[in-house]
T-cell receptor, first 114, second 110 residues
Framework: EPEVTQTPSHQVTQMGQEVILRCVPI?????FYWYRQILGQKVEFLVS????????KSEIFDDQFSVERPDGSNFTLKIRSTKLEDSAMYFC????????????FGQGTRLTVV | DAKTTQPTSMDCAEGRAANLPCNHS???????VYWYRQIHSQGPQYIIH???NNETNEMASLIITEDRKSSTLILPHATLRDTAVYYC???????????FGKGNQVVVIP
């Protein structure tokens, strides 16, 4: 069964450092997403991406965040200057189509900012 | 977006059908009902979705009331591996964004 893969599974970084979280969506999918889940809290939408541009973003997704699809397979989330409150699980997801279809999620990257 | 209301938690007996309720009394005509689950801190897993009609797939059945104000997810034969947080999400047509709530912590008991 096709799956979304994320690397690394766990990232520890110092406050103020830049991190890049990587995702390989399902190969024929066209829509890509990032969500995060702070420990013990809800899964929160960050951003959606289609046709090499952001299609929607939440209020969480401020100027410290950026996304990119640098090649035909990877989808990345960059946090420029990490803060303690960025510590969370980050989930990548993809869908074949943009509307009302199932989203496939990766297993997540646990980001710990120290 | 319409909001949903689910029990905070519930227990189910292994091997029995698990009926997970969800209220979405403010749902509008173009909004779909989605169910996802999350096992431990793994990525959410899609289960099923529907608009008006009842739906069934290899994982579960979704029963939506005629007025669409509530729905029930049915796991036909619950196993220990079905222990998870189950999310009922209402999302308008054309909206890619999933708004997860706190969900229903379902524990399947041997």
């Amino acid at each position: 069964e096709p799956e979304v893969t994320q690397t690394p599974s766990h990232q520890v970084t110092q406050m103020g450092q830049e991190v890049i979280l990587r995702c390989v969506p399902i190969s024929n999918h066209l829509y890509f997403y990032w969500y995060r889940q702070i420990l013990g809290q809800k899964v929160e939408f960050l951003v959606s991406f289609y046709n090499n541009e952001i299609s929607e973003k939440s209020e969480i997704f401020d100027d410290q965040f950026s996304v990119e699809r640098p090649d035909g397979s990877n989808f990345t989330l960059k946090i420029r200057s990490t803060k303690l409150e960025d510590s969370a699980m980050y989930f990548c997801a993809s869908t074949a189509e943009g509307v009302n279809t199932e989203a496939f999620f990766g297993q997540g990257t646990r980001l710990t900012v120290v | 977006d319409a909001k949903t209301t689910q029990p905070t938690s519930m227990d189910c007996a292994e091997g029995r059908a698990a009926n997970l309720p969800c209220n979405h009394s403010t749902i509008s005509g173009n909004e779909y009902v989605y169910w996802y689950r999350q096992i431990h801190s793994q990525g959410p897993q899609y289960i099923i979705h529907g608009l008006k009609n009842n739906e069934t797939n290899e994982m579960a059945s979704l029963i939506i009331t005629e007025d669409r104000k509530s729905s029930t997810l049915i796991l036909p034969h619950a196993t220990l591996r079905d222990t998870a947080v189950y999310y009922c999400i209402v999302s308008p047509y054309g909206n890619n964004r999933l708004a997860f709530g706190k969900g229903n912590q379902v524990v399947v008991i041997p």
